[in-house]
């Protein structure tokens, strides 16, 4: 019994077998060092962003990502409004709303700021 309670499967066998709620596999996921790098951000705040609901799958002692839930996550935002209650428009959803429309949910996009312009004009 004891060695029952004690024993712990290899990584390699639990993500062998890993098949999430949906039906995916590992193959489809990827790995922290990924995400850091795509979100360029520290490991710290990978940690805080899953403190607070970012998607992911723990899998023995790793963490796996699926970037289209992180990306459904976020597309999901904060503040729920009411139906019937027109949303608010500030000036950036303005700007940025012809350039989100028609785009399937499917087709990840990041919108990338340009303004910050560090090269001295002589």
């Not at 790098?37 to 607070?52: D, Q």
């Not at 940025?96 to 499917?106: A, T, V």
């Not at 087709?107 to 990338?112: C, H, Q, R, S």
Request: with cysteine; net charge positive; glycine share 6%.
């Amino acid at each position: 019994m004891k060695w029952l309670e004690s024993y712990q499967p290899s990584q390699e066998w639990l993500e062998s077998d890993f098949i999430d709620k949906k039906g995916r596999t590992l193959e489809e996921y990827v790995t922290e060092a990924i995400v850091l790098t795509t979100l360029r951000i520290t490991k710290e705040k990978l940690v805080g962003f899953c403190k607070n609901g970012m998607p992911f799958e723990r899998v023995g002692e790793k963490d796996f990502f699926h970037i289209q839930d992180i990306l459904d996550h976020y597309r999901k935002g904060s503040v729920v409004i009411p139906k019937g209650t027109p949303p608010a428009r500030s000036s950036k959803k303005k700007f940025l709303l012809p350039l989100c429309l028609n785009i399937p949910k499917e087709v990840p996009f990041i919108i990338v700021d340009g303004s910050y312009n560090f090269k001295l004009i002589p």
